[in-house]
């Protein structure tokens, strides 16, 4: 099974911040997914190229591809918007899920723009930019994602 996560922040593709929030996620999916194989990418909040690499990832075959920042309310926030342009059916449970759990620990989750969906086979989950609400965001549907990815390749049906 082939993974991605894909963190988008102008800071942290510059350099002038580390990305933690990422790799929290990659340490997350190892933890529950031994398996698969992950690969990771950073890329500036620049739609078009957010895009493309969705494409890119969901060609090659990733079950999941995970973005994690771009969510939030700034000018340059633009993860859904990309991920909308990408994929074939949104699955907005998932979506609200992340919310709802999530803001019953932080109200700032309602902010959070992030969508859910499948690109043919593939399942693209946005996640929040900081690290604790990715962390919280993932954790709260990661058996959620389990079954979708399963559904999604054809697999179970029911659970």
Do not use: Y
Not at 90 to 100: D, K, N, T, V
């Amino acid at each position: 099974m082939f993974f991605a996560v894909v963190t988008i922040s102008d800071r942290c593709s510059q350099g002038e911040m580390t990305d933690t929030a990422g790799p929290a996620v990659v340490e997350i999916l190892r933890a529950h997914f031994a398996a698969a194989h992950i690969d990771t990418a950073l890329l500036p909040d620049e739609e078009d190229a957010i895009t493309m690499l969705l494409q890119q990832f969901a060609s090659d075959g990733a079950a999941l591809v995970v973005t994690v920042g771009g969510t939030g309310l700034g000018p340059r926030d633009r993860t859904p918007e990309a991920t909308r342009r990408v994929i074939d059916r949104e699955a907005p449970g998932l979506a609200e899920a992340m919310r709802s759990i999530g803001a019953a620990k932080n109200q700032f989750a309602w902010l959070s723009r992030g969508v859910v969906g499948l690109r043919g086979a593939t399942l693209i989950v946005n996640l929040p930019g900081s690290e604790r609400g990715a962390t919280e965001s993932l954790s709260s549907i990661l058996k959620l994602i389990r079954h979708g990815i399963e559904v999604a390749a054809g697999g179970q049906t029911h659970p």
